[in-house]
């Protein structure tokens, strides 16, 4: 837990540092071109990857009722028959992390009594980290687009529509921190995760929370000049890269640990945004005894024909009765 | 067999965790915590790689010289044929969503049986051979070295593991412990690692046909006594046809239904049910055996024991299968088995029941019917006559087995069924049935006695929830569709819910059914006196 606290803390102090003795161009320039690039390298080499290896056997999970008789009502989304339903079914699991929500804890009473209890904490917060995420990647549009396009106006103005303060906090900013908040207090807290929990889980955590906060602190706290920083970011879309004067060193850390943020997500657990959708246990139709499913590896059928076992259990199975494909007269007159 | 605690004590055994971390602390093989090893001949006659003595509780486990070049190309080779793997291996995020789901962790508090430990104890290994992450960081990026000590690690936990798929149900990417467990028993099967009670029924079942080593005529022999006492109980004298060409269906069910109580009871339900209504069947004496332990050992063999059926169904021209109770003997047919040795003879057609005209389209490739699917289109169109009152003495709740909810959905057919058969029927609290089932804590070939305290402990969910219902609604039958279930439930509810007899589900159909030109029934299956039906 340490190790990713400081691991992080560093890459903020070399930013820091690194903006503020001539290395500008370097964070605000050279780095993103160079994070982008290997974030989506990274990203389609993984997806890659992971799609060379085939699906040999189709195994969903079935969370409900299949579909057989006609009068037994099927569950269409948790034990999908059609393709429809599995496309479904995906949404389901991508947009409202359907398989959390079923989330419960356990417990032993006296008595003793094992009892569950419905655990939707770790559902809402995970939702809520991921909207707000990806509401303020969507915000973060303004700064690549000229003139800003009417829907980015329009989420700002609800995501800042509490009016509170200046520039208006925006509700997201304040959510993305509990959610962070709460999946981190999670890991420390609780026995079990805490247990589970490597370097690997704290990391993006506190990269995360580093990324929020030095955004925080730089439009709420210390206001960096906003237009430069659209100079800088309108540059960079247009491949036509400047660097203005008088960019606050908030930014360069901010931007820094986006910069980190993407070089590292290729190459970590945060892949589950792309595994997701090829986790054969959801994304597969029940209908297995319907179509055939194809291996491609499928190895020749080796077995114990039946002309085998009849050979060995001839005479038993003529004593008793049994019909046989061939006598044992046949047998032996074949030998 | 060690002697087993109170469940009081078993209970209050429940260790907290420990506070070294995991990659610091080793299993204990203490008595009643391990499988014993599978013999050599049966190994070596099966042509597993790797064949030697061994034993969990000694020092060395005798592995092959290079047993760390075999896991290392084992396992690569896995990650190219499983995308399922290589995915999981990758995506986990340690969200903890899993861990209180294993049966086996709320049992014996072990953190290695919270699913996501037990994966990332292969997990961590993968990283440091096949991430760079992995490589330089080591145990920083949870990377850790393989040695002996982490192949004793996985046996005793991936033999902690009944492949259930519960977790898999919670996780938010679908991770699934059975596929990770199945690949680690693989793995360690190349080593000649492989337990006594799944490689003694693989060896029988390639042999004789079933699990039990019954031969063809001992086969006859059991089913014709059993045909015996249906006789006494109903009256009527059933002839089942074996091994007989040109019927429409073969009917296939694990062979402990032949066997064992109470499942014998299960398959004299059968028969006298194919009486009734007329059925054009034969049985296998070559296809006895619907469950697959191979399925517990790799995917090869399971391939290489299923095959049989469709050989069988092939050689006595029959049009499609049926399929008795059983749960992972369901997973394999419902998901692997088209796939595995598909597609199906020419000569079968997609199921159609002859007596109601009923199509199964959803079992239109592989041509195999579950019988509970069967019986309860029976019954829908009316097909039965039924007498339920035959079972007021019983009030009866339903164990689903992992399987067959939640690797096929097969989840409101034996409910249908069982509540046309029996007027007082209560489910068990909905946390711990349907989709959410929990394991009787013996599936996957772990329904091994030596193993008893770590069953008792598994079975401490499913044991408690069924404890809940006789306390609450006066529950005295658990009804269930499996053939591991009637094995392992009997003891289950013994330790936790003294008290509850365990029946195969067409146990209970056959004492409801009203057969043509039967005796006044007094007697159930079992030969015991139906209450209120002695004298009328």
Same mark, same amino acid.
């Given at each position: ?11 903020? %102090? ?117 909207? %707000? ?68 889980? +704290? ?56 910069? %980190? ?41 080796? +077995? ?32 | ?8 004590? *078993? ?45 969990? #509780? ?36 340690? $969200?903890?969503? @899993? ?14 049986? =919270? ?11 993968? !990283? ?6 992995? /490589? ?34 919670? @996780?938010?990417?679908?991770? #699934? ?49 059993? @045909? ?32 064992? #109580? ?9 028969? =006298? ?29 399971? /391939?290489? *024991? ?12 029959? /049009? ?10 369901? !997973? ?28 199964? /389209? ?39 087995? $992992? ?31 349907? &989709?959410?089932?929990?394991? $009787? ?13 770590? !069953? ?25 569709? $499996?053939?591991?279930? !009637? ?20 146990? *209970? ?18 030969? &015991?006196?139906?209450?209120?039906? &002695?004298?009328?």
């Amino acid at each position: 837990m340490f190790i990713s606290l400081l691991a992080v803390i560093a890459l903020g %102090c070399i930013a820091w540092l690194g903006a503020a003795s001539g290395f500008q161009y370097l964070i605000g320039v050279v780095l993103p071109y160079a994070a982008v690039l290997v974030f989506i390298g990274g990203f389609v080499w993984r997806i890659v990857d992971w799609a060379k290896s085939p699906v040999p056997f189709r195994i969903p999970t079935t969370g409900g009722q299949q579909k057989s008789l006609d009068w037994i009502q099927p569950a269409r989304l948790d034990s999908p028959f059609t393709v429809t339903g599995t496309v479904g079914r995906m949404l389901l699991e991508v947009l409202l992390f359907r398989s959390l929500f079923r989330n419960t804890s356990v417990e032993i009473q006296k008595g003793p009594r094992v009892v569950y209890y419905s655990a939707k904490w770790l559902w809402l917060f995970a939702l809520l980290f991921h909207y %707000c995420f990806l509401l303020i990647f969507i915000r973060h549009f303004r700064f690549f687009l000229e003139p800003v396009p009417f829907a980015l106006t329009a989420i700002e103005f609800v995501d800042g529509i509490m009016q509170i303060g200046v520039p208006r906090m925006f509700m997201t900013d304040v959510l993305v921190v509990a959610a962070l908040g709460f999946l981190l207090a999670r890991r420390l807290f609780s026995e079990k995760v805490r247990y589970i929990s490597l370097a690997n889980d +704290y990391f993006p955590l506190f990269l995360l929370l580093g990324l929020v906060g030095s955004g925080i602190w730089m439009r709420y706290f210390t206001k960096v000049d906003i237009a430069s920083v659209k100079v800088l970011t309108m540059g960079l879309v247009t491949m036509n890269p400047v660097l203005p004067e008088g960019i606050g060193a908030a930014f360069f850390v901010h931007i820094f640990l986006l910069s %980190c943020l993407l070089v590292y997500f290729p190459f970590s657990k945060l892949m589950h945004m792309g595994g997701v959708f090829l986790s054969p246990t959801r994304n597969l139709p029940n209908n297995t005894r319907a179509v055939r499913h194809v291996n491609p590896w499928n190895p020749p059928k080796k +077995y114990r024909t039946y002309a085998e076992y009849e050979d060995e259990f001839r005479e038993l199975m003529e004593e008793a009765g049994l019909p046989v494909d061939k006598t044992s007269e046949e047998a032996a007159a074949a030998e | 067999m060690s002697k087993l605690p109170t469940p009081d004590k *078993l209970i209050a055994t429940i260790p907290a965790f420990p506070m070294e971390g995991w990659m610091d602390t080793k299993p204990e093989f203490k008595p009643g915590t391990w499988c014993y090893p599978a013999k050599v001949d049966n190994m070596t006659a099966l042509g597993m790689p790797n064949p030697h003595e061994w034993s969990a #509780d000694q020092e060395d486990w005798n592995l092959p010289e290079n047993w760390e070049e075999i896991i290392y190309e084992g396992l690569k080779a896995r990650l190219a044929k499983h995308r399922s793997l290589k995915v999981f291996m990758d995506i986990c995020v340690r $969200c903890g969503a @899993c861990a209180d789901k294993c049966h086996f962790f709320i049992g014996t508090g072990d953190p290695k049986n =919270m699913p996501v430990l037990r994966a990332e104890l292969l997990r961590s290994v993968y !990283r440091r051979d096949f991430t760079t992450a992995g /490589k330089l960081l080591g145990k920083l990026a949870g990377a850790r070295k393989l040695d002996k000590d982490v192949i004793k690690e996985w046996f005793y936990y991936f033999y902690q593991c009944t492949e259930c798929r519960r977790c898999s149900l919670f @996780c938010p990417y679908g991770i #699934d412990t059975a596929e990770i467990t199945a690949i680690a028993r693989e793995l360690l099967h190349e080593l000649g690692l492989g337990i006594h009670w799944i490689m003694e029924p693989v060896f029988n079942c390639n042999r004789t046909g079933n699990h039990l080593g019954i031969q063809p005529h001992a086969f006859k022999e059991i089913v014709e006594f059993l @045909c015996e006492d249906i006789e006494t109980v109903t009256g009527i004298k059933i002839n089942p046809p074996f091994n007989e060409k040109g019927h429409e269906i073969v009917f296939i069910t694990p062979s402990g239904d032949v066997f064992a #109580d109470p499942g014998i009871y299960t398959f004299m339900g059968y028969l =006298m049910l194919f009486h009734e209504i007329g059925l054009d069947y034969t049985l296998s004496t070559y296809a006895s055996e619907g469950g697959n332990f191979g399925s517990f050992t790799t995917f090869d063999m399971a /391939k290489k *024991l299923n095959a049989k059926m469709y050989a069988e169904a092939e050689r006595l021209g029959s /049009k499609w299968i049926l399929g008795g109770e059983c749960g992972h003997m369901w !997973r394999v047919v419902h998901q692997y088995m088209d796939t595995f040795n598909g597609p199906t003879p020419p000569k079968m057609e997609t199921p159609k029941s002859p007596i109601t005209g009923t199509v199964f /389209k959803n079992a239109a490739s592989t041509k195999m019917v579950h019988i509970a699917e069967f019986t309860a289109d029976l019954i829908k169109h009316n097909k039965l006559r039924l007498d339920p009152s035959r079972n007021d003495h019983l009030t009866v709740t339903f164990h689903d087995s $992992c399987n067959p909810a939640r690797g096929m959905g097969l989840l409101e057919e034996p409910r249908y069924v069982l509540k046309n058969v029996c007027n007082n029927y209560f489910d068990m609290p909905e946390n711990t049935i349907r &989709e959410q089932t929990f394991c $009787c804590g013996g599936g996957s070939g772990l329904n091994t006695d030596e193993i008893m305290e770590i !069953r008792m402990r598994g079975g401490l969910p499913r044991g408690n929830a069924l404890r809940y219902v006789q306390q609450k609604h006066g529950v005295n039958t658990m009804a269930c569709i $499996c053939a591991i279930d !009637r094995a392992t439930l009997p003891p289950l509810a013994n330790y936790w819910a003294p008290g509850v007899t365990v029946y195969g589900t067409h146990e *209970l159909v056959a004492n409801a059914l009203v057969m043509r030109g039967e005796q006044k029934r007094t007697m159930d299956l079992r030969q &015991e006196e139906l209450p209120g039906m &002695e004298d009328e």
